[in-house]
T-cell receptor, first 110, second 113 residues
């Protein structure tokens, strides 16, 4: 069945590195997205992985292992503005249906 | 380029009243989505359009929710009658195709009293 797991909440320190994990169980995998959502705002696109490996984009990187049903989002040099929820979403099936995780709330402390 | 436009930004109604939300997707985007997001949860797909046809409305409570996308451009989502549990943020998103990244509007925060 469809299932996406992310930690509910994480805390990290400004300037540090944090890794947010996402595990999934789906059929017909067609790609994995990471979105950032600040409180009271709409989700914004961060990254997309469809092949195994690491995608780097500035301070943010995303990794995918299809055989393990696992992805992580790595945030480096954390800034206070990175305090937000991070949503993992998986595309599956011939309809490219998008399945969303509940999100990980990241709290950055000075 | 202009983003996804949604209105209203906030809406407060009493239970059993009706409400409508409007969305204008990014120009040229064939796929339009309506999501319901309850606080602390991920978005839940209500309905997905490809041009003016429905691709997926399996999670739309059809006894009270309806949506249309006439002419394959903008869309409206209606709730009639509203229930307390409908209190949520309603997000509209669009993408160029069904396998492309989604762009979200700012959402409508609905409070049902």
């Amino acid at each position: 069945g469809q299932n996406i797991d992310q930690p509910t909440e994480m805390t990290a320190t400004e300037g540090a590195i944090v890794q947010i994990n996402c595990t999934y169980q789906t059929s017909g995998f067609n790609g994995l997205f990471w979105y950032q959502q600040h409180a009271g705002e709409a989700p914004t696109f961060l990254s997309y992985n469809v092949l195994d490996g690491l995608e780097e984009k500035g301070r943010f990187s995303s990794f995918l292992s299809r055989s393990k049903g696992y992805s992580y989002l790595l945030l480096k040099e954390l800034q206070m503005k990175d305090s937000a929820s991070y949503l993992c979403a998986v595309r599956e099936g011939s309809n490219y249906q998008l399945i969303w995780g509940a999100g990980t709330k990241l709290i950055i402390k000075p | 380029e202009a983003g996804v436009a949604q209105s209203p930004r906030y809406k407060i109604i009493e239970k059993r009243q009706s409400v409508a939300f409007w969305c204008n997707p990014i120009s040229g985007h064939a796929t339009l989505y309506w999501y319901q997001q309850i606080l602390g949860q991920g978005p839940k797909l209500l309905i997905q359009f490809q041009n003016n046809g429905v691709v997926d409305d399996s999670q739309l409570p059809k006894d009270r929710f309806s949506a249309e996308r006439l002419k394959g451009v903008d869309s409206t989502l209606k709730i009639q009658p509203a229930k307390l549990e409908d209190s949520a943020v309603y997000l509209c998103a669009s993408s160029q195709g069904t396998n492309e990244k989604l762009f979200f509007g700012s959402g409508t925060q609905l409070s049902v009293l």
